[in-house]
């Protein structure tokens, strides 16, 4: 059967140990999962290197110390009773002042070798530790990377709260492993094989005695630590609903006052409180065994190791020194040992993290370039037949789709919720790529453009509009390579919120907040145009952009549009009539297909679902107008 350890070496050297049995062939394919981090510790093995050769020497000058102990011990006793017959006489005086000298060299020699030791430890955490903090550095970067290149469809099918989580608590658990327990291994691994054989050939039967209860402790803590380990993720579990309920409860203070629910949130407050503090002494009550085992086992070796030197000492074979040599070397191996416990812990932990981080790493992005085309694209669009399926719900959003935009010419897409009007969007930036059918710009198939050139050159106003917690001016030239103040401010006064900005007390240098909070929805919808059409985009989409702007507001801006649209193809996708108006074709959708194609004019006189549409809206219209003038606004 194979050891833990075997199976700790079979993750560095990749080489299978053999007659594994069920559990530990299922501990070994769980840590086989750690060979991703191998690429590192080749990437900084100088760091490695030094800092196994000063994990040697530091050892080095933890053992020689105890064998001047030994030493001073053994001066002491075999001078004393020669400085005792010396008694009343003058000799003594100097055989004391050389005795003393003697012992005050072994204490400097001491202590130069206790200072040393520490500049080495320093020198072990300088290159171990800081070697863990730069894979650390790198593996977030690397995560983080591979998330930016992942389709849409990964992002709807993995929680928020899953990404961030392994980008930081499970990379922080593989730095342990990489850091503290890579150490403590070396250390405990360099400090047996150098001082076994010192205390074997020392007295054998006083280095089992010293040795037996070492094993003993390892595999406790180990068991101990378990037991915080899973406490512990217990505790964190309860803390986050801890923190959940108190930030909705905040975020909601409105909802929880005007529905007079105070009590009722104070109560469940309350109920999260208790659980958590019920896990949190459960915690305590373990951790209070942690320290008076270690203890307790630590004292156990030492009374072995006083005994059965005693012994030893009465028969001659060793010397009072010997007893005292051991003792420190029995401490100088229980703490590594009783952290192989907690680093084998560690170990797991890590290998279970890394199985995490290496599933999002193994997931490949299925939205590639056939050809990797990059050129100027013209803006004829053209979907062929179109028929697409989010793969993550099975919802069939587009049934054979067709229509045609020649460059410069300008197409509305008009539908009810759910019709299928954003996907056409989506579709056009390969964020998803079509299930049926063919799209082309400028008679190429859209698969075969460079995706950072087609993207490039398009801009899109999404429907949900997110601005970053930045300025408003870094919002708006966050498309722009080498933001330009004149392009800037245009884009800002053709998506007509330039006024709006030069009203705030800090103008363009204003500071949105989280998600553009500071911004009311229509400033919001038109600083994400305004960033959209600042880098001049070939194709520009608009996806219900204006669906957050009064009827005049919107009029404003897409009468500033007429110019922005000249020479460039554009698709405004809205629900709202009003807004197709400025295209040369428009298309209506129903249930992801195409129901009515023309013009407004052709449209109207067709009298079918847009003309429906139409007078719905300009009856809402009146309304609103009416409303706005009986209120004297």
Sequence with gaps: MASL?????????????????????????????????????????????LGLLFVVISNVFQILPAQMVRHSIDLVVDNIRVYRALSNSAAQQSFFEIF??????????????????????????????????????????????????????FYRRNNTGDLMNRISEDVGRVRMYLGPSIMYGMQLITLFFMLVPVMFDVSVKLTWYALIPLPILSISIFYVNNIIEHRSEQIQKSQSRLSTFAQEAFSGIRVIKSFTREKESVQNFTKESDEYKRQSLKLTRVQSLFFPLIMGLIGLSTILTVYAGSVEVINGSLTFGNIAEFIIYVNLLTWPVASLGWTTSLVQRAAASQKRINEFLKTKTDILSEKDLKSELQGKIEFEKVSFTYPDTGIEALKDVSFVINPGESLAIIGKTGSGKSTVANLISRLYDVSKGEIRIDSVPIKHYNLLSLRSQTGVVPQDVFLFSDTIFNNIAFGLMKPEESKVIQAAKDADVYTNITDFPQGFNTRVGERGITLSGGQKQRVSIARAVVREPKILILDDALSAVDTKTENTILNSMKKIMQGRTSIIISHRVSSAKLANKIIVLDEGMIVEEGTHESLIEHNGTYQELYEKQMQGDEVEKVEVGDSGL
């Design 5 to 49: 350890a075997e199976l700790i070496i079979a993750t560095f050297v990749l080489k299978k140990p053999k007659n594994l049995g069920a559990s530990q062939a299922g501990r070994y394919y769980l840590m086989k999962e750690l060979k991703h981090l191998n690429k590192y510790l080749v990437k900084y093995k100088w760091h490695l290197i």
């Design 100 to 153: 003393a000298k003697g012992i005050l060299l072994y204490a400097v020699l001491i202590l130069v070798m206790a200072l040393l030791r520490g500049v080495f430890l320093y020198f072990v955490r300088q290159t171990l530790i800081v070697m863990s903090r730069l894979v650390e550095y790198d593996l977030k970067n690397e995560v983080f990377n591979h998330y930016q290149s992942l389709p849409l469809s």
